[in-house]
């Protein structure tokens, strides 16, 4: 089994900054992809940012030049750097990942989100 588990979501004023992280534990061989998703209320869930496992990024267009992506391989965790913060970033983040688990295989799993809020 993996556990992703996301931290760092909060309150803040327009503008502002927040940092997000998702740790992955379990029975991890290799992490390949590693995304950052959100929903908003009423809203169907949107793919925010990815990075690969060789370290290329994609963004939503909505978060370009504002959001950065990262990881850090050695301790199974990715980061989303979020600058800039606009009322419209409310949602829930959720982090996802393609496992290459200790079994051999490819399994992608989910956190359970971490609530981000701007206010006006």
């Known amino acids: 089994q993996v556990q992703l588990t996301e931290s760092g979501g909060g309150l803040v004023q327009a503008g502002g900054s927040l940092r997000l992280s998702c740790a992955a534990s379990?029975?991890?061989?290799?992490?390949?992809?590693m995304n950052w998703y959100r929903q908003a209320p009423g809203k169907q869930r949107e793919l925010v940012a990815t990075i690969t496992a060789d370290g290329s990024l994609k963004y939503a267009d909505s978060v370009k030049g504002r959001f950065t992506i990262s990881r850090d391989n050695a301790k199974n965790t990715m980061y989303l750097q979020m600058n800039s913060l606009k009322p419209e970033d409310t949602a829930v983040f959720y982090c996802n990942a393609d496992v290459r688990v200790l079994r051999g295989y490819n399994r992608n799993y989910w956190g359970q989100g971490t609530q981000v809020t701007v206010s006006a």
């Open positions: 379990g029975s991890i061989l290799r992490i390949n992809d």
